[in-house]
């Protein structure tokens, strides 16, 4: 399995800011994930992030809020924008491991927003 | 779209009890099936992982769960608690790259 580091592992901002998420990464890796998770709630995928192309958001996350880089194979970020109290949330960065639909988690960003 | 259904948001169990965690999927085709633990402050570790091999799968830290595919379950199970099990657990199936996870699992253990 990989091993993912996430930087800051928590952050107290506020609001109207923005603050830029790290995830590293110790092998190269093809797909990265990231994924919200509200307080007391599950994991909601926010947006894949493939090197060399744009990221592809779901149904409810756009990019002007939340943009991503994904700049090599080990590396990407998640920037949450012009911040909310709404957007106080554990997020979490993932990587589809060697074997197919199998992805394995950073520790997370815990962010609070005031 | 594939789904998963957890019964149960919060499980009590005593130490040296049967841990039972319960999950229901929805899937038009064979599914990949997971179950993740979260411990308090920590991200997602991977539990266990259903590939359509063996219908009975062994994870780490003694879980297991079986594939029903007439049942359309996969419930996780521990045969008798420790109190490190207290965490989060989510059961998550995906469909191509991507993972949909139910709403999670709260296990207490009562010494």
């Known amino acids: 399995s990989a091993v993912i580091s996430q930087k800051p592992s928590r952050d107290i901002c506020q609001r109207g800011t923005s603050l830029t998420i790290q995830c590293q990464v110790d092998?190269?890796?093809?797909?990265m994930f990231w994924y919200r998770q509200q307080p007391g709630q599950s994991l909601t995928l926010i947006a894949t992030?493939?090197?060399?192309?744009?990221?592809?958001?779901e149904s409810g996350f756009v990019i002007d809020k939340f943009p991503i880089s994904r700049p090599n194979l080990t590396f990407s970020t998640l920037t949450v924008s012009n911040m909310s109290p709404e957007d106080s949330s554990i997020y979490l960065c993932?990587?589809?491991?060697?074997?197919?639909?199998?992805?394995?988690f950073g520790a997370g960003t815990r962010l609070s927003v005031l | 779209a594939q789904s998963v259904t957890q019964l149960g948001s919060h499980v009590s169990v005593s130490e040296g009890a049967l841990v039972l965690l319960r999950c229901n999927y929805s899937?038009?085709?064979?599914?990949?099936l997971f179950w993740y633990v979260q411990y308090p402050n920590q991200g997602l570790q991977l539990l266990l992982k259903?590939?359509?091999?063996?219908?009975l799968v062994k994870g780490i830290n003694g879980f297991e769960a079986e594939f029903k595919k007439s049942e359309t379950s996969f419930h996780l199970t521990k045969p008798s608690a420790h109190m490190s099990d207290a965490a989060e657990y989510f059961c998550?199936?995906?469909?191509?790259?991507?993972?949909?996870f139910g709403a999670g699992t709260t296990v207490t253990v009562r010494a």
């Open positions: 993932s990587v589809e491991g060697e074997a197919k639909n199998i992805q394995y």
């Open positions: 092998s190269q890796v093809t797909m």
């Open positions: 992030a493939n090197q060399g192309s744009e990221a592809t958001y």
């Open positions: 899937s038009s085709v064979p599914p990949y």
């Open positions: 259903y590939t359509s091999a063996a219908t």
């Open positions: 998550a199936v995906s469909e191509g790259y991507k993972l949909s």
